[in-house]
Antibody, heavy 118, light 110 residues
Framework: QVQLVQSGAEMKRSGASVRISCRTS????????IHWLRQVPGQGLEWMGV????????FYSAAFQRRFTLTKDTSTNILYLELSSLTSDDTAIYYC???????????WGQGTLLTVSS | QSVLTQPPSVSGASGQTVIISCTGS????????VHWYQQFPNSTPKLLIY???RRPSGVPDRFSGSKSGTSASLTISGLQSEDEADYYC???????????FGGGTKLTVL
């Protein structure tokens, strides 16, 4: 059973950048399609994009692709979400999640709260 | 503005049945399976129903799902106070080439 463990809460100033990590329990040779989702406090879930954990190929939501990048560490099982030019609108909980072949998210990271202040 | 449309809130008395609707379009629900998640305050979403009506292991059979055309529904029967949570529908969208969600429905058990 795959487990996803995310990095801890972050507090940043407007204009700064942040990198949130998601560590998978699988070895680096096991392909996982890891999706990133955002949830603004009190609001719904939004899909941001997906990364192939082995190849590193990515696909981004048109709504988010301008300021964020999905990457992976080439030698470990850690995936990253990098956000730049942060604004208060980026204050949210960010989740990584494994998408099953049938399309549902069955395994979630615990979420990382990002707070951006001016 | 969510791509899938859900009522913001529903309520029902303990023991009763509630239905949460999810409305989409030709590019999502009409073509792809719908999935439902349950989320308690300050918690991670949990898969509740997948592929329209299937239940993951451990989900009570009080929870059921269905889909027809561009609409889907989650039915919760025999309501219990512990069912109070937010519920989200989720589907793939062909036009957007990615996942789309409903705005979420807050269930209150009276």
């Amino acid at each position: 059973q795959v487990q996803l463990v995310q990095s801890g809460a972050e507090m940043k100033r407007s204009g700064a950048s942040v990198r949130i990590s998601c560590r998978t329990s699988k070895d680096v040779s096991t392909t996982l399609f890891i999706h990133w989702l955002r949830q603004v406090p009190g609001q719904g879930l939004e899909w941001m994009g997906v990364i192939n954990s082995v190849q590193g190929s990515t696909f981004y939501s048109a709504a988010f692709q301008r300021r964020f990048t999905l990457t992976k560490d080439t030698s470990t099982n850690i995936l990253y979400l990098e956000l730049s030019s942060l604004t208060s609108d980026d204050t949210a909980i960010y989740y990584c999640a494994r998408r099953d072949a049938e399309g549902f998210y069955d395994i979630w990271g615990q979420g990382t709260l990002l707070t951006v202040s001016s | 503005q969510s791509v899938l449309t859900q009522p913001p809130s529903v309520s029902g008395a303990s023991g009763q049945t509630v239905i949460i609707s999810c409305t989409g379009s030709h590019s999502n629900l009409a073509r792809f399976p719908v999935h439902w998640y349950q989320q308690f305050p300050n918690s991670t979403p949990k898969l509740l129903i997948y592929s329209n009506y299937r239940r993951p292991s451990g989900v009570p059979d009080r929870f059921s799902g269905s889909k027809s055309g561009t609409s889907a529904s989650l039915t919760i029967s025999g309501l219990q106070s512990e069912d109070e949570a937010d519920y989200y529908c989720h589907c793939y969208d062909d036009d957007l080439s990615g996942s789309v969600f409903g705005g979420g429905t807050k269930l209150t058990v009276l």
